[in-house]
């Protein structure tokens, strides 16, 4: 009730219904474009997938996320973030249809990841300009409240795009026409979110002119040594760093268990049927995604009667034993029940994150702390890819996987507990 009770508060305001009309429609377009570079990369009917190409479709989704992220601020700083939302999915939509080219005319893999990696790249501009956009249309003691709301609707959204994409596969095909089709149709949504932002004036977003703001070269220097100062920050703060350590041990069991399950559904569950895997992994995605759902749900209740010291352990443990009872018989039921476990989990662990970098991160260095878990949360998950590459089999039944995994899991916990119980003696 609480998420419904802050959507209804926040979206009093008209400019905040523009901003996230722009947000919701933007990362629609986001699950079809995701869903189809997963359909081309990982359950193409023409291709042989191997965990090195798992690795390397998931550094293609993830990594401008990582590589870009800390700095991109520095233009979204400068430049009018209105047209940014205008201008970025116009850019994006131009970039989806050379993909869709590229894809129809059967080209050499790599010119169409180099195009999907330029699709990443405008996309995040685009969200940090929404990102930096939202005080600008949300009054200070309502910003918690859409804080709330924003991530977990996109989100939402995010999986309701992919599954149209999934509708749109089934009517269109999974050969590369098919998968040309989604790209069209992901660049034309996409567009529709300018119209929405060209509704708000034009100086709406900021930012406002700052004569003692440094030049952009000098900003970008500072971002590398920005980037230390955070961390060392971050590190004197034993509390949010291991909760942040938390967050990235889960993404890296969560990235191993993603390539796992992709492999096994494309070569062990399916005998190679392409349709019939990305069937099975799209439920597992959609079990997922009810735990996510799920989590936040109860992660404020869990937290409040166990605190996050407690909660954070439990939620690993809980994921890796789970995982071992539910992975280890190798039936399809198990991994999307699994997939369940592990989105609770995950995101409860995220959640905590999210509020330990909030709560005890000095304002002054919180942005350059969430640039630093920015960069683990999707640097993590594409490491445990690349190692899965060397660790699995053809057909993807790995037990050695699912025993890291599974061990890996408490062994985060023990030393989470471990770290906290240290620093809250120390605070004692």
Known sequence: MSFVADLRVVLQGRDFRRLFGTRLVSQFSDGIFQFAVAGFAFFSPESQTTALQVAAGLAVLLL???????????FIDRWPRRQILVLAPLVRGALLLV?????????PDPAFYAAALGVLAVNRFFLA???????????????LAANAVVPTAGTVVTFVGAGAGF?????????D?????????SGVVFGLS??????????????????????????????????????RHLAGHRFAAATVGAMAVHRFFYGMATALGIILYRYYFTDGDADAALAGIGLVVATSGAGFFVAVLIT?????????????????????????????????WGLAAAGFVLGVAGQSVKICADTAVQRDVEDIYRGRAFSL?????????????????????????????????????????????TVTARSRARLG
């Open 64 to 74: 401008p996320y990582s590589v870009l992220g800390p700095f991109v601020g520095v």
């Open 99 to 107: 993909a869709a080219g590229l894809v129809a005319a059967d080209v």
């Open 129 to 143: 300009a929404l990102g930096a956009s939202l005080p600008h249309v949300v009054p200070a003691e309502r910003l």
């Open 167 to 175: 509708l749109l596969r089934a009517l269109a095909g999974g050969d």
């Open 177 to 185: 026409l098919g998968v040309a089709v989604l790209l069209v149709v």
């Open 194 to 231: 300018a119209l929405i932002a060209r509704l708000m004036d034009r100086m709406l977003l900021g930012p406002w002119p700052d004569p003692d703001r440094p030049q952009a070269r000098e900003a970008l220097r500072n971002v590398v040594t920005g980037l230390a100062d955070g961390a």
């Open 300 to 332: 404020p209740w869990a937290t409040g009667r166990f605190t996050i010291e407690r909660w954070v352990p439990i939620a690993l443990t809980a994921a890796g034993v789970l995982s071992a009872a539910l992975v280890l018989p190798f039936q399809e």
């Open 373 to 417: 878990y920015d960069m683990l949360f999707n640097g993590m998950y594409v490491l445990a890819a690349g190692l899965s590459a060397a660790i699995l089999p053809a057909n993807g039944k790995s037990y050695l996987a699912v025993a890291i995994i599974s061990v890996g899991y408490p062994l985060a916990a023990f030393a989470y507990r």
